[in-house]
Structures are given as C-alpha cells and as structure tokens.
Nanobody, 119 residues
Framework: QVQLVESGGGLVQPGGSLRLSCAASGRLFSITSMGWYRQAPGKQRELVAATTSGGSTNYADSVKGRSTISRDNAKNTVDLQMNSLKPEDTAVYYC?????????????WGQGTQVIVSS
C-alpha cells in the first residue's frame, strides 16, 4: 500500500502563489508516476501535473507556465508550486501516485487539500 498526505492548501488572492506538498510512504519502489489532480465543484477530477520516476513531467495546458512540479526521491515528496493563481484554480487538490499491477493501473490518492483563489 501507499499512503499520501497533502499539505499547503488555503486561501490566496488572485495573482498569488501557493506551494502544495505531498509526503508519500509505504511501498514506493514500484511507483511509476506521482502528481497532482484537482476537482472543482461540479466538475470531473483532472490532472494538473505529474512526474515520472525517470524525471519527465507533464502539465495541464491550463497551468503550464504557471506551475512547477518537483519530486524528491530521497524524501519521498512531490511538491507543486503554483504562481499567478486564478479564481478558476479553485478546487480540491489531490496527490496521486500510481503503479502497474497484474490487473492494470493501480492509483493511490491523498485526502485532498482545498485551494481557494479569491479576493
């Protein structure tokens, strides 16, 4: 099993910055990718950014150029730095890790942290 614990959410003004952190523990040796998803009220959960064990990164178009994902394999953490925040970035942000299993992709999720962008 893999446990993910997020921190760093909160209320921020438009144009501001926020850093989300995720601490992972458990069976991490088989994890293929770690990243961040978000879910706004009434919308589906969507990928924000992800990074593989090999170091490649992937960003949603909506955050590209404003966000940076970083992974520290020694500390088993993955952080998301978000700048120039917009009201549409308001959502619950979830840390995600996944691996391949005998039955397919196996996802692990944190409990979520709320981000509110408002003046």
């Amino acid at each position: 099993q893999v446990q993910l614990v997020e921190s760093g959410g909160g209320l921020v003004q438009p144009g501001g910055s926020l850093r989300l952190s995720c601490a992972a523990s458990g069976r991490l040796f088989s994890i293929t990718s770690m990243g961040w998803y978000r879910q706004a009220p009434g919308k589906q959960r969507e990928l924000v950014a992800a990074t593989t064990s090999g170091g490649s990164t992937n960003y949603a178009d909506s955050v590209k150029g404003r966000s940076t994902i970083s992974r520290d394999n020694a500390k088993n953490t993955v952080d998301l730095q978000m700048n120039s925040l917009k009201p549409e970035d308001t959502a619950v942000y979830y840390c995600n890790a996944w691996r391949w299993s005998a039955t397919g992709r196996r996802d692990y999720w944190g409990q979520g942290t709320q981000v509110i962008v408002s003046s």
